[in-house]
C-alpha cells in the first residue's frame, strides 16, 4: 500500500475528519490513532484530561470536544491530516466548517446506541457536502455491544448500504479482535492493545466468516457493475476487485464500508487507518474546487501545486504566541514571507509563518502545497470563510455555511471600567467562531451575545472570565422567536404621500398577503400589475421596502417569516414617485397589512433524546408534559429506555439539572434543534 516513488505525492494524501454523536468515542479514536503512527507516545485519555486534541481547559473540564482540532500524522508512507470534530449540538457549526474543507470522513458509532440523534445529525451534514465516509463501530467490548444492530441502525437510518467487513472475535468483555472478510485473516491485539501477526481465522468462526464474505460479495455485486460481471463469470468476487469496488462505492456515496473495534482498548485501530488509505479519496480523487473570478465567471481550479494559490481560511484562533488562521490549500503552493490576496476582504495579507498543527503544538514549514491542511501566522484580518488567491489570480471560494443562533443572553460588564474590554472581547469570540453573534439591542442598549445553545453561551461566558479576566453578568437566555402569518388579507391599500416643499414623495400601491404552507419557507414576493401602473424598477423598490417590514413583526417585533406578498396594483405619480417613495410604501405598507392579518407566534422548537433508566421513565415523561414537550417515540434497549420528544426550546433551560435530580445523575439528553412551531397563546414570551 505504499506510495510509489514515481507517483504524484498528492495520492500520498488524506484530509478526513471523525465525526461522531457525543460520547460515542471520536476523541479516543484520534488518541489512537495519534499513538499508533508514532505521533505520541503515551495514550491520552478522556477522563484524565490528557488528550491532546480536547487540549483546551474547558473540554477538559467538560470531557467533550468543543472545538474542532486539527493533527496531522504520517500511516504507510502516507500523510493523514485529520480533524476531531465536537459531537454536542451546540458545536454543529465547527462541523460545518470542518465538512466544508475535508476530502473523506470516519463516522463512529457506538456499538450499543447504533445511529443517535447528532449522529445522524453530522451525518446529513455531511451527505450536504459530499464528503465521503466509512464507519467505525466502537466500543465493541461494552455489555450489550452488538455491531448486527449497529449496522441495521445505519441502513434504517442513514440509508445508505452498510457493508461490514469486520466480523467480531469475542462478544462483550471477551472483544479480542477481529476477522478481516477481505483477507479472511484474524487480526488480535493483547492486553496491552498491541496488535498481534495476523492469523487465520478461528475454526469455531471459520463458517460464520465464510457466511458474511459470500453476503458481502453479493451486496458489492448488487451495486458495482464490474463486481457483477466478476460474479456472473465466475461466482464470487476476488479481493483486488472487491476493494476496489468498495472504494469506488465509498467515494460515490453509495455505500459505506462498516469496521469494528474498541478505542479505548486500542483494538481495531491499524484496519481503521488501512481502511482509510484504501477507501477515502486523496485531493487528486475530489473534484477540481470551484470558486469565481473577479469578472463574475465560474472558475475551477485543479489540486495542483504549480497552479495559482486557492486557500479557503476555515477557523481563527487567538492563542498566547498570536493569531492562528487554520487553511485548506485547494491550489497552489504558499510560502513563509508570501503577499497573498484576501479575496473576501479585498485587501492583500502577508504570512508570517506556516504550521503544521498538531492541536495546540505546531511544527514549522518552509511552504504548503495543494492537498495542505496547516495554520498560518500573520493574518491580520483573515476571517473563517475567507478566500486567500494569488494577487494576480484572484478567486472566491464559496463559504461554509453559517447556522442562524438560536438562543441569546444580555451579558454585561461587572465594572463600568471594563465595557470596552468587553466589546473588544467579545468581537474576537464572534470572529473565531461565526456562529456567535454580538449585536446592541437598540431599544434596551443591552449587549447581546447570540448563539446554538445554552452550552455553547456558556462556553463563551466562561472563556470572557478565564481567557480575558473579565467579570460579567449574564442576563436569562432568550430564544429568538417569529412570527408568521395565520390568516392574510388581499386588496390592502396603502399611499405614501409627503410634500413639505421641493420635490415630494408619492406611492400608491395594493397589496395582497397570504401565507405560505410552511412557516419555515421564508419570504416569497410576486407582482401581478398589469399594464405597466407601477413601473419595473419600483416594483423592485416595494420588495426591497416588504424585506424591510419583515425585520419587526406586529406581535412583538420578532422577525416574520413564512408568507407571500403580492404587489397587486398601484399609481404613480409624475414628478413625485421615486425608489425611496416606493420602498417607503411598501415597507409602512406591509407593516400595516400584517396589522390586520391574524398572525401566529413562533417559538423554535427541537428534538430531545432523553436515556433514562426503566425506573424513571415515568418522572421524566410528567417532566417533559410539563415543559410542553411532545413524546414521539420511546424504546427499550441495554436496560435503559430511549424517550424522543419534541419540546420548545424556551422550556429547556435548566433541563439538565432536572434530568439529573430526576434520575439520581442516571439520565442523560441530547437535543436537536427541528425549526419553529406554533406557540400556544398562553405560552411565555422569554
Not at 469578472?295 to 495542483?304: F, I, K, N
Request: net charge negative; charged share 25%; hydrophobic share 40%.
Amino acid at each position: 500500500m505504499r506510495n510509489p516513488m514515481n507517483a504524484n505525492p498528492l495520492t500520498a494524501v488524506r484530509n478526513l475528519g471523525i465525526l461522531a454523536h457525543v460520547d460515542a468515542g471520536k476523541t479516543t479514536v484520534t488518541e489512537r490513532i495519534l499513538y499508533a503512527t508514532g505521533t505520541t507516545h503515551k495514550r491520552g485519555e478522556v477522563h484524565d484530561g490528557t488528550t491532546v486534541t480536547d487540549f483546551d481547559p474547558q473540554e477538559r473540564d467538560r470531557g467533550i470536544t468543543i472545538f474542532a482540532a486539527a493533527v496531522s500524522c504520517a500511516w504507510d508512507g502516507h500523510r493523514i491530516n485529520l480533524i476531531d470534530t465536537p459531537g454536542h449540538v451546540d458545536f454543529a457549526d465547527e462541523v460545518e466548517r470542518s465538512l466544508r474543507v475535508l476530502d473523506g470522513a470516519v463516522a463512529v458509532f457506538d456499538a450499543v446506541a447504533g445511529v443517535e440523534p447528532q449522529s445522524e445529525s453530522v451525518w446529513r451534514q455531511a451527505d450536504r457536502h459530499g464528503v465521503p465516509r466509512i464507519a467505525f463501530v466502537n466500543k465493541m467490548d461494552r455489555a450489550g455491544a452488538e455491531l448486527d444492530a449497529a449496522v441495521a441502525s445505519i441502513r434504517e437510518r442513514l440509508h445508505p448500504v452498510p457493508l461490514a467487513v469486520h466480523l467480531p472475535i469475542g462478544t462483550e468483555g471477551t472483544f479480542d479482535g477481529v476477522v478481516d472478510l477481505l483477507g479472511m485473516r484474524a487480526l488480535t491485539w493483547n492486553d496491552e492493545g498491541e496488535a498481534r501477526d495476523a492469523a487465520p481465522v478461528p475454526e469455531e468462526l471459520r463458517e460464520e466468516a465464510h457466511r458474511r464474505r459470500r453476503l458481502l460479495e453479493e451486496a458489492v455485486a448488487e451495486l458495482h457493475p464490474g463486481a457483477l460481471e466478476e460474479f456472473c463469470d465466475t461466482g464470487t468476487v476476488g479481493t483486488g476487485t472487491l476493494m476496489a469496488a468498495l472504494r469506488e462505492l465509498t467515494r460515490s456515496g453509495d455505500a459505506v464500508v462498516v469496521l469494528c473495534g474498541s478505542a479505548y482498548r486500542n483494538r481495531g485501530i491499524e484496519p481503521l487507518l488501512d481502511a482509510v488509505l484504501a477507501y477515502l479519496p486523496s485531493p487528486l480523487d475530489v473534484p477540481p474546487v470551484r470558486g469565481t473570478h473577479d469578472d463574475g465567471t465560474d472558475r475551477l481550479r485543479a489540486a495542483d501545486p504549480a497552479a495559482p494559490l486557492a486557500a479557503l481560511a476555515f477557523k481563527v484562533n487567538a492563542t498566547a504566541t498570536g493569531r492562528l488562521t487554520y487553511l485548506r490549500v485547494y491550489a497552489g503552493t504558499i510560502e513563509k514571507g508570501d503577499t497573498v490576496w484576501d479575496a473576501t476582504a479585498r485587501r492583500t495579507e502577508r504570512v508570517g509563518r506556516i504550521l503544521r498543527v498538531r492541536a495546540d503544538r505546531h511544527e514549522r514549514l518552509d511552504r504548503a502545497t495543494a492537498g495542505d491542511i496547516v495554520a498560518v501566522v500573520g493574518l491580520k484580518s483573515t476571517r473563517a470563510g475567507s478566500t486567500l488567491c494569488a494577487p494576480d489570480a484572484p478567486l472566491l471560494l464559496e463559504p461554509p455555511g453559517v447556522a442562524e443562533p438560536v438562543v441569546s443572553v444580555a451579558v454585561e460588564a461587572l465594572k463600568g471600567t471594563d465595557t470596552g474590554r468587553l466589546a473588544s472581547a467579545l468581537a474576537g469570540l464572534a470572529e473565531e467562531d461565526p456562529s456567535l453573534v454580538v449585536r446592541t439591542d437598540p431599544e434596551t442598549g443591552q449587549r447581546v451575545l447570540s448563539g446554538m445553545g445554552e452550552l455553547h453561551l456558556e462556553v463563551a461566558v466562561e472563556k470572557l472570565r478565564s481567557d480575558h479576566g473579565l467579570g460579567v453578568n449574564v442576563g436569562r437566555p432568550r430564544v429568538s422567536y417569529r412570527e408568521t402569518v395565520g390568516r392574510g388579507v388581499a386588496g390592502f391599500v396603502f399611499r405614501h404621500v409627503k410634500q413639505d416643499g421641493g420635490a415630494g414623495q408619492f406611492a400608491h400601491v395594493v397589496l395582497d398577503v397570504e401565507p405560505l404552507d410552511s412557516p419555515e419557507s421564508g419570504f416569497e414576493f410576486r407582482s401581478a400589475v398589469v399594464g405597466g401602473r407601477v413601473p419595473q424598477e419600483y416594483v423592485r423598490a416595494v420588495e426591497a421596502g416588504c424585506r424591510d417590514a419583515l425585520a419587526e413583526g406586529p406581535l412583538g417585533g420578532h422577525p416574520v417569516t413564512g408568507l407571500r406578498v403580492t404587489l397587486t396594483d398601484g399609481s404613480t405619480h409624475v414628478k413625485d414617485s421615486s425608489d425611496t417613495a416606493f420602498r417607503t410604501a411598501g415597507r409602512s405598507g406591509l407593516r400595516d397589512a400584517l396589522r390586520a392579518c391574524t398572525m401566529v407566534l413562533l417559538e423554535p422548537v427541537a428534538e430531545v433524546t432523553v436515556t433514562v433508566p426503566e425506573d424513571a421513565v415515568g418522572g421524566v415523561l410528567g417532566d417533559l408534559a410539563a415543559r410542553r414537550g411532545r413524546v414521539s417515540g420511546s424504546v427499550t434497549r441495554a436496560g435503559a429506555t430511549v424517550v424522543t420528544a419534541t419540546v420548545p426550546l424556551a422550556e429547556l433551560f435548566g433541563y439538565a439539572t432536572r434530568l439529573r435530580s430526576r434520575t439520581q445523575g442516571r439520565g442523560t439528553f441530547t437535543t436537536r434543534p427541528t425549526g419553529h412551531a406554533p406557540a400556544p397563546a398562553a405560552a411565555p414570551v422569554r
